[in-house]
């Protein structure tokens, strides 16, 4: 949502440099240099980043040094302020993206490439969400389960995370799919299963996943290496994996698609210097992110991969 300021007629502009005026106007009225300073014309234009929560004034507070980071150096192109709008559902992001109210987006893989699908926007950037650069999905249950590999769930209950999430929904359920084992959504955790099918019920969050785990109440559950790693060094009840799946970039950052490649192009270059300074490292961890880097195997595969696994699930349904 970047609109810029108003500048001067080529012919003023003409007519000042005749007669040596080295002003800058901030409009189209005649400025009288002789008793007044040179003004500088501040730049009016507006970047937004956007984001998806139920927790509005933590996702303002972890983003808004990185918005007016970027709106103190794009004074170039016009930009001079910053905002950070949340939104609580993806399909209002995907309106403010389609009407220009937000310029740069960043989630995990699969709510990133519904919305950029959906809007047109650019993916630019891989982030790193803290140290960690690629994840993915782990199908665990309690060590004392006769459960022993993922072909034993059928029958069973696993538990996800939500609909929107990549690591705790989109990657263990094309998983079930690519292993032919047939997954369905049930109503509760306490539903019944057909013995050729492996239901699946959403806990909300992955500590609630886990927790479900741990007490007994699912068969198994699916939720990311990292958070899965640090259960197992704090829980009392030991843990087994049952099976994983492929990796995937942690987090990405896209760009309305019609901002324009130089202006895009100078954002990308702007985050991933943050690396290089102490004012970027300390707008890092406020962030929660580690570094914003480059794919490394080019833009277009991860989400040629995830589009993949998302039509797989459509195809099933």
């Not at 005649?30 to 040179?38: A, F, I, L, R």
């Not at 087994?240 to 100078?266: F, N």
Request: aromatic share 8%; proline share 4%.
């Amino acid at each position: 949502m970047i609109h810029k300021t108003l500048f001067p007629t080529f012919l003023l502009a003409l007519v000042l440099a005749i007669a040596g005026c080295t002003t800058t106007i901030p409009n189209e009225e005649t400025v009288d240099t002789s008793s007044e300073p040179n003004e500088v014309v501040e730049a009016a234009g507006l970047i937004v980043i956007g984001d998806i929560s139920d927790e509005p004034i933590k996702k303002i507070e972890r983003h808004q040094p990185l918005a007016d980071y970027l709106a103190a150096n794009l004074s170039e192109y016009g930009i001079g302020k910053a905002e950070v709008k949340i939104a609580q559902d993806m399909e209002t992001m995907i309106q403010w993206i389609e009407d220009g109210e937000v310029d740069i987006y960043m989630d995990s893989l699969y709510p990133a490439m519904i919305i950029a699908d959906a809007t047109g926007a650019t993916p630019i950037l891989r982030r790193w969400k803290k140290d960690v650069a690629e994840y993915h999905t782990v199908f665990f249950t309690r060590a004392d389960s006769e459960l022993a590999a993922l072909e034993d769930l059928t029958g069973q209950i696993v538990a996800f995370e939500e609909p929107n999430s990549t690591s705790g929904y989109m990657l263990p359920h094309a998983f079930l799919i690519e292993a032919d084992l047939n997954p369905l959504e049930v109503a509760s955790i306490s539903s019944a299963v057909s013995d050729d099918a492996v239901g699946y019920a959403f806990s909300g969050e992955d500590q609630n996943t886990l927790q479900w785990v741990i007490s007994g109440e699912a068969a198994a559950g699916a939720t990311d290496n990292y958070s899965y790693e640090e259960v197992v060094e704090e829980s009392e009840v030991e843990l087994k994996v049952l099976a994983q799946t492929e990796d995937v970039p942690r987090g990405v950052v896209i760009a309305r698609g019609d901002l324009g490649d130089e202006v895009i192009s100078k954002i990308s270059s702007l985050m991933m210097g943050l690396v290089e300074t102490d004012e970027g490292l300390e707008i890092l961890d406020t962030n929660k992110t580690g570094q914003f880097d480059e794919f490394p195997d080019g833009l277009d595969l991860a989400f040629e991969r995830m589009r993949e696994l998302y039509a797989m699930i459509e195809t099933a349904q």
